[in-house]
């Protein structure tokens, strides 16, 4: 009887051991989440695109290019003007009166106390769809307007979308985050596909 009880208090322990050891994992994961954080990867930086067009034109609006010690070449983009937003909402639209050709909308979701981007949807006349949940998941503490009217009318925004003078590449961009966890992200969509991202931290200085 010893000898099973020894051991049933063996497999008590290994389990109870396993049980804390997971949930200081999920404790982790969580204390992750609340640094409300972006994800940096360094082949990510705006620093690492190969030279090109694409890169070429990131540099027209992106800070880290305006900041870096070596100067970049600039393409032109044009700017798709913002048509709405709220604290968790930014609506992009370009068209006439019979149709919109481009529209792009990004929207944001709270989670516990975290605000992190939930979609960014884009249309291309009837064309049109979601970002990859591995372009949007880890973009927290986004920042759509600065200002706006009570009807949703934005009066100051970071939050823009750009496309190429061919028409064949946009850019969707956002500086988002407060003080030392500002970043830029942008996301390139080519030939109505998704491409790629840019992130970069900014600091306080670039500001």
Not at 27 to 33: A, D, K, R, Y
Not at 134 to 143: E, K, L, T
Request: glycine share 4%.
């Amino acid at each position: 009887m010893t000898a099973v009880f020894k051991k049933r208090r063996t497999l008590i322990s290994t389990l109870f051991a396993i049980t804390i050891i997971l949930l200081t994992e999920q404790v982790s994961f969580g204390q992750e989440n609340d640094d409300n954080q972006a994800t940096y990867k360094g082949n990510e930086s705006f620093l690492k695109l190969p030279d090109g067009v694409v890169k070429r034109e990131i540099a027209f609006f992106n800070i880290k290019a305006s900041t870096s010690p070596e100067s970049f070449p600039k393409i032109k983009v044009n700017e798709i003007f913002l048509k709405k937003c709220t604290d968790s909402f930014a609506f992009f639209e370009k068209g006439n009166i019979y149709a919109s050709e481009i529209i792009v909308s990004i929207q944001s979701e709270n989670i516990a106390i975290i605000s992190r981007i939930k979609e960014v949807f884009y249309i291309h006349y009837k064309y049109g769809f979601f970002l990859p949940d591995s372009a949007i998941n880890d973009i927290y503490d986004p920042i759509f307007c600065h200002n706006y009217t009570k009807r949703n009318k934005p009066i100051a925004s970071d939050c823009k979308v750009f496309q190429s003078e061919d028409e064949r590449r946009i850019y969707i961009y956002m500086l988002n985050g407060h003080g030392e966890g500002s970043y830029e992200v942008t996301w390139v969509i080519q030939d109505n596909k998704y491409y790629t991202r840019v992130i970069d931290p900014i600091t306080r200085a670039h500001l």
